[in-house]
T-cell receptor, first 114, second 116 residues
Framework: EPEVTQTPSHQVTQMGQEVILRCVPI?????FYWYRQILGQKVEFLVS????????KSEIFDDQFSVERPDGSNFTLKIRSTKLEDSAMYFC????????????FGSGTRLTVV | AQKVTQAQTEISVVEKEDVTLDCVYETRDTTYYLFWYKQPPSGELVFLIRRNSFDEQNEISGRYSWNFQKSTSSFNFTITASQVVDSAVYFCALSDRKTSYDKVIFGPGTSLSVIP
């Protein structure tokens, strides 16, 4: 069964450093998403991406965040200057027809900012 | 405004018992979608079901069943004859047209422990 692949599974970074989280969505999917889950808390929407541009973003997704689809297969989330409160599990998701039809999530990247 | 409430934070059941996970949602839209996701201890999010606001038929898939009632804004999930592998956090989620179908709002989750 096709899957969304995220790398790395765990990343530790120092506060203030830039970090890039990588995702390979399912190949025929057109909609891409990032969500995050602070430990033990709810899953929160960050951003959606379609047709090479951001379609929706939450208030969490401020100027320190950016997303990019640098080629036909990867979808990245960059955090420019990490803060301690950015420590969370980050999930990438993709969908062929949009959020209304449900997502396929990746297995997540656990980001720890120290 | 959108909101999803899962009042049960943690539930423990003994294997083979039936268990119902409650979900109450709020939306001002008449067109919306409801979802359930499972998060096992390994951490990934697994899609279980999607239901649109125009389809109030209950659904059964093996030991899983879902009861959607618009009159009470509820979308409850029942596991029949629970098994240890059902131990996970279960999230109910909502997206609607007015906010954006692409912005899915998750409830806080219910942690289910099935004891052998």
């Amino acid at each position: 069964e096709p899957e969304v692949t995220q790398t790395p599974s765990h990343q530790v970074t120092q506060m203030g450093q830039e970090v890039i989280l990588r995702c390979v969505p399912i190949s025929n999917h057109l909609y891409f998403y990032w969500y995050r889950q602070i430990l033990g808390q709810k899953v929160e929407f960050l951003v959606s991406f379609y047709n090479n541009e951001i379609s929706e973003k939450s208030e969490i997704f401020d100027d320190q965040f950016s997303v990019e689809r640098p080629d036909g297969s990867n979808f990245t989330l960059k955090i420019r200057s990490t803060k301690l409160e950015d420590s969370a599990m980050y999930f990438c998701a993709s969908s062929r027809t949009g959020g209304a039809y449900g997502y396929t999530f990746g297995s997540g990247t656990r980001l720890t900012v120290v | 405004a959108q909101k999803v409430t899962q009042a049960q934070t943690e539930i423990s059941v003994v294997e083979k018992e039936d268990v119902t996970l409650d979900c109450v949602y709020e939306t001002r839209d008449t067109t919306y979608y409801l979802f359930w996701y499972k998060q096992p201890p390994s951490g990934e999010l697994v899609f279980l079901i999607r239901r649109n606001s125009f389809d109030e038929q209950n659904e059964i898939s093996g030991r899983y069943s879902w009861n959607f009632q618009k009159s009470t804004s509820s979308f409850n999930f029942t596991i029949t004859a629970s098994q240890v592998v059902d131990s996970a956090v279960y999230f109910c989620a909502l997206s609607d047209r007015k906010t954006s179908y692409d912005k899915v709002i998750f409830g806080p989750g219910t942690s289910l422990s099935v004891i052998p």
